[in-house]
């Protein structure tokens, strides 16, 4: 249960699909039914208001509010591996806590949650006691104050606190010297949990909850940590006057101390809340180097390690920020509300472009956002803008909606253009540069910006169900997975900060047995946070900077395997082709007619979505054919089999009937023959094993790109072989159109075949097998590297390791290219990371230096660029200039924060 600790607790929650919501409140009180929540949208619109005081009901909590929830939140201070680490060990011990996992490169905990045994707050204390505070805004609870609702309850105001805190998607409360009750909500949940939660607060309120954004005086632990910098800074400079003039040892330890209190306090006690979670780190050493000096008697030693573990530890964790803000690029603005059409304004057959002429302001310009609201529920008003146009919030928006976009605007959800034209960019989904024309009856995407418009669109997809949100969760889950170096080096590093804890009374026994400092220099220079973050940093951010391609790649592993990459095995179909044949010829056997032939091969095909399957169904439905009833399909080797009138009928490949000893009639075989000279694709029509129809199938579809991709492959001295299902001469036709020479196509394999043929390659080659159909997902699986090209089907991207939803296969090349760069990277900041600890620890041994801050500064200033290095794959920023940034947000935060306790202490 929470205690009375001042922790500020914050949880952003992923709906697990099932949550289990007991809505039982906690209070002895009549039922009520839960209100609809209001959200008041700007704090500077504070207008006078009815303070609701309510009246007086004797309360106690009865029991905590049940319920299962998968919750993530923003951590404040998440800068490195091993603090992480630490603290999923920490909120482990946490009975309500499950499967929990704290991301240093995403700077967020997700957990699952179970409410009946303990609150969110109680986890989030516990991290903030590590120095990982939440990092979500504050709301205002308007209407109402603390003491009214103290009274209500039946509890002393400095009590409610932590009654609010108990509640369901409440994170922290804090009641302010103006009476204001402030909370910290859930910044994403599952609607369950925002009714759970706006359920409880209208019984302790009295009244449906209402929520403004607003400011906390509280001062956050990373301020402190500057603030503490800051004033210990005059007192080390005092110091120093005082040792120069020779001034009393007593003195100058009296001047020092309170100066170590402020300028180390946040860092002590971190390193007391990692000793009592059981957990040691960089903390612990530089808390117990900080103590030693001191008792030592090296006062100015001490201060200066105190100051600069203060700033370059924000320094090191801005920098982290800046490059996760690199690495996002922009792909994380799906908006947050729509422009519906309703009434009149709805479209029909009729006029339907009176809506687009309709004059107004934008709604939402990208990339930015018109409101922030917490949760995900119905938080934000409505707006009317008249002539049937409202403004209403995405969580509003239903599946047929009529939305409408203008020009330059966020689009806020999937959807088919009824009316209008413009131009998208779709680069976050397809890594296309060029903005694409779109006109009615085009599907457009959420969170891509209307260059051109305005259009009205149909809402096909809204929230987590559209594409955008789909590639921004699945770049998101696969950041995390871990690749494998990374798991050794946190192995390496769990043993490595003991060693060196008990290891340094060792190296003083046995070599400087009269100089206890050179346990202290140890202390500060071996911890390995360099070495964690050299890894994790470069991966995020080069599957950031894939993302922004439309690439998504599953983890820093597969980055890994990428990087080593030598064969590539192509399928033809789909993926150096557009998988969209035409019918070359339709060629019956003497006496059967080709109108039943195309019915019955339709039929057979009606369930498939392979390439020559459609272009029989379009040939179909072009020529006014309704296709063949037909029973009892099953897909065979080269084939599909079904039952028609009672008779067995099946499409095959030719090559399969040879085999079988199946004789093919003259004229089918004639125009068999012109087709494999030509290049094209067959498949027979059979009626009881009898041929009765040949389809011939043209390949004039060879993709943008195709072309350029065996040269540039080749270029990187990587092999390349295609595999297809098609005919030996089609394939080699479409070789030699691509620069690839003949040995190197391989045509008639079945997917088995094609299985066969990737293991063999992968005993002897570092293989990549790029394909988009079915048929290919056996093949893609036992592959190094398994590509999936186009929008693929759900069996093939679950084979899959790398998803590349656009058509240009040459984007293979770039993603290549972007992991050989991402592994150099990972490379030099292993060998900077591991050389930097040796010199440092062969530099005191060997006596060398002997001054603490000199160890601390080279610490820290290698973990700053480690994270640089490392988020010039992001692509949006260089490393100069993301420094410079970081050394300006030291300066402009130092300075908020000593604004913030000013104002605070005034104001008391």
């Known amino acids: 249960m929470v205690g009375d600790v001042d922790g500020e607790v914050f949880l952003s929650i992923e709906d697990d699909g099932q949550p289990i919501v007991d809505k039982k409140p906690r209070f002895s009180i009549p039922k009520k039914a839960a209100k609809k929540p209001q959200i008041v949208e700007t704090v500077e619109q504070s207008v006078e208001e009815e303070i609701f005081d309510g009246e007086i009901i004797e309360t106690e909590v009865l029991t905590q509010s049940g319920g299962v929830y998968d919750v993530a939140w923003p951590l404040l201070g998440m800068d490195c591996p091993d603090c992480a680490a630490k603290a999923v060990r920490a909120i482990s011990y946490l009975p309500q806590v499950n499967n929990s996992i704290v991301s240093a490169t995403a700077g967020e905990v997700r957990a699952t949650v179970d409410l009946g045994e303990g609150p969110m707050s109680e986890v989030s204390s516990i991290l903030r006691s590590l120095g990982h505070a939440p990092d979500v805004e504050h709301h205002q609870l308007v209407g109402i104050s603390a003491g009214g609702v103290a009274r209500r309850n039946g509890v002393e105001v400095k009590k409610l606190e932590k009654v609010i805190r108990l509640q369901p998607g409440i994170l922290d409360c804090e009641i302010d010297s103006d009476n204001r009750i402030l909370v910290q909500l859930v910044s994403e949940a599952p609607i369950q949990l925002i009714e759970a939660r706006d359920s409880a607060l209208d019984t302790i309120l009295g009244a449906a909850p209402r929520y403004v954004e607003a400011t906390s005086g509280r001062i956050r632990p990373d301020q402190w940590r500057l603030i503490g910098g800051g004033l210990a800074l005059p007192i080390l400079l005092i110091v120093l006057i005082a040792e120069f003039y020779s001034l009393s040892s007593t003195l100058i330890a009296l001047i020092a101390i309170p100066g170590l209190a402020l300028g180390g306090l946040q860092m002590f006690k971190e390193a007391i809340a990692s000793i009592r979670n059981r957990q040691l780190g960089f903390q612990v050493l530089t808390s117990l180097a900080v103590i030693g000096a001191g008792v030592l008697g090296m006062w100015e030693e001490a201060l200066i390690v105190a100051i600069l573990v203060a700033f370059t530890a924000h320094l090191e964790g801005d920098a982290l920020v800046k490059a996760r803000e690199a690495m996002q690029g922009g792909l994380d603005r799906l908006p947050r509300t729509a422009r519906r059409l309703s009434g009149d304004r709805l479209l029909n057959q009729q006029g339907i472009n009176q809506v687009l002429k309709t004059g107004g302001l934008s709604l939402q310009m990208a990339p930015s956002a018109i409101e922030i609201t917490p949760g995900t529920g119905p938080l934000a008003t409505c707006q009317d803008e008249g002539e049937g146009v409202e403004v209403v919030p995405i969580d509003l928006i239903r599946v047929g909606d009529q939305v409408e976009v203008r020009s330059g605007e966020l689009i806020p959800c999937d959807g088919t253009i009824l009316d209008g034209r413009g131009a998208l960019d779709k680069a976050p989904l397809t890594g296309e540069s060029v903005p694409v024309e779109v006109s009615k009856g085009e599907e457009i995407q959420a969170g891509l910006v209307l260059a051109k418009g305005p259009v009205v669109i149909e809402v096909s997809a809204v929230g987590d169900d559209t594409r955008l949100s789909g590639l921004i969760e699945a770049v998101h889950t696969f950041r995390e997975e871990s690749p494998r170096i990374q798991s050794g080096i946190e192995k ?219 040269p540039e492959l080749y270029q990187r001295r990587i092999n390349v072989e295609i595999l297809s299902g098609d005919s030996q001469s089609a394939v080699t036709k479409f070789a030699n159109n691509v620069g690839l020479p003949e040995a190197a196509a391989h045509g008639n394999l079945s997917p088995e075949d094609k299985v066969k043929w990737v293991r063999g390659r992968s005993k002897t080659h570092i293989t990549m097998m790029v394909g988009d159909g079915f048929n290919d997902a056996a093949a893609l699986a036992v592959s190094d590297v398994g590509v999936a090209v186009g929008c693929g089907e759900t069996v093939n991207l679950d084979a899959a390791d790398v998803l590349i939803p656009a058509d240009d296969p040459s984007m293979l090349c770039d993603l290549i290219d972007l992991a050989r760069k991402a592994q150099r990277i990972l490379i030099s900041n292993l060998v900077f990371s591991v050389a930097i600890t040796v010199i440092l620890v062969f530099a005191v041994i060997n006596g060398m230096y002997d001054q603490l801050w000199v160890g601390v500064l080279i610490h820290e200033a290698s973990v700053i660029l480690v994270i640089l290095n490392g988020a010039r794959l992001a692509g949006n920023s260089g490393a100069v200039k993301l420094l410079s940034e970081t050394f300006k947000s030291l300066y402009s935060d130092t300075k908020k924060s000593f604004e913030i306790l000013f104002l605070k202490y005034r104001s008391n």
């Open 492 to 710: 390496f590093t769990a043993i490595w900060v003991p060693t060196v804890l008990f290891g340094a009374f060792v190296v003083w026994y046995l070599m400087f047995p009269d100089n206890w400092k050179v346990i202290l220099l140890l202390w500060v220079v071996s911890c390995p946070c360099a070495l964690l973050l050299a890894t994790p940093v470069p991966h995020a951010a080069a599957l950031a900077n894939a993302a922004h391609m439309g690439v998504i790649a599953r983890g820093g592993s597969v980055l890994e395997r990428l990087s080593k990459v030598n064969h590539v095995l192509l399928d033809k179909t789909g993926t150096l082709t557009s998988g969209k044949p035409k019918i070359g010829q339709v060629t019956t056997a003497k006496g059967k007619r080709r109108d039943s032939a195309i019915k019955i091969a339709a039929g057979l095909e009606a369930r498939s979505n392979h390439p020559y399957a459609l272009a029989i169904m379009e040939l179909a439905m072009e020529e006014g054919y309704k296709p063949s009833p037909i029973n009892g399909h099953n897909d065979v080797e080269a084939g599909v089999v079904g039952v028609s009138s009672g008779k067995q009928v099946s499409l095959i490949r030719p090559d399969r009937l040879v085999r079988l000893g199946i004789e093919i009639p003259k004229e089918i075989q004639t125009e068999l023959d012109q087709a494999n000279k030509l290049g094209y694709g067959a498949s027979i029509l059979c009626k009881e094993e009898v041929p009765i129809a040949l389809f011939t199938f043209i390949h004039d579809d060879t993709r943008q790109g195709s072309e350029k991709l065996i």
